[in-house]
């Protein structure tokens, strides 16, 4: 799913790194390495200013993510009706490794901005993708996924204008517990669990709608907030 851009308010790249407030990679409870803690700022080296920092092991794996988008692609629209069970496979290793290398860089302590950017474009292309296969072989209600589709556009283009106004959005819970029936809802329709995936995908639609009309309204705020020039 679409996630909107975190920049640094009034951030510039030309900055140096030592302007950055001192940082420690927090102790790692339970709630944290899962993902479900995410209190405090977010690590320097993922802020716009930060180097890109490419080869990291979150960063490879996030790369094997990457290659196998097409490889879902393939398998999934040559099938014979979208529900073979090998691209359905493929969608659940690709969906559930986006775990596996937020852990990995909480253990390593080694994020990135490249990792940052990187991770939400895989998770972007994995529901394009999946979503792509649930349409030809019309799985799920194709005017749901048009919504979704449209909700994506949005939140790209939105997101962008937020950048370039120098807006910080931080992501929200109702995007984040819209992730998971979404994309739960294209794997079990390839499982060819109809019923179960379109209550599924409602779910992760309103949540997914109530997250972009959040973002909206914190994009607006902070416009209005905003110092005039």
Same mark, same amino acid.
């Given at each position: ?16 790194? +030592? ?11 339970? +709630? ?22 490419? !080869? ?59 990792? %940052? ?55 929200? !819970? ?5 992730? !998971? ?43 209005? %907030?905003?110092?005039?020039?």
């Amino acid at each position: 799913m679409a996630k909107p851009p975190v920049a640094k308010p009034g951030g510039d790249a030309s900055a140096p790194a +030592r302007d950055r407030s001192p940082w420690t990679n927090p102790r790692l409870t339970f +709630r944290r390495l899962f993902g479900l803690d995410r209190s405090g700022p977010p690590p320097p080296q993922t802020l716009s200013d930060a180097p890109w920092n490419v !080869w990291t092991i979150p960063n490879v794996i996030g790369f094997v993510r990457l290659a196998l988008i097409p490889v879902l692609l393939i398998t999934g629209l040559s099938s014979r009706d979208g529900t073979d069970p090998l691209p359905a496979v493929i969608f659940a290793v690709i969906g559930w490794s986006d775990y596996a290398d937020g852990i990995a860089a909480r253990v390593t302590g080694q994020y990135s901005r490249f990792g %940052a950017l990187l991770d939400p474009i895989v998770d972007r292309l994995l529901v394009v993708s999946g979503l792509l296969i649930c349409w030809k072989f019309e799985l799920l209600p194709r005017w749901a996924i048009a919504v979704l589709v449209v909700r994506e556009l949005y939140l790209l283009v939105a997101g962008r204008v937020a950048l370039r106004r120098g807006i910080e959005l931080k992501i929200n !819970w109702w995007g984040r517990w819209g992730v !998971w029936p979404t994309m739960s809802a294209i794997f079990f329709a390839m499982c060819g669990l109809h019923r179960f995936a379109e209550i599924l995908l409602y779910v992760g639609l309103a949540l997914s709608l109530m997250a972009a009309v959040m973002y909206t309204r914190d994009a607006l705020t902070a416009t209005g %907030a905003a110092p005039s020039s």
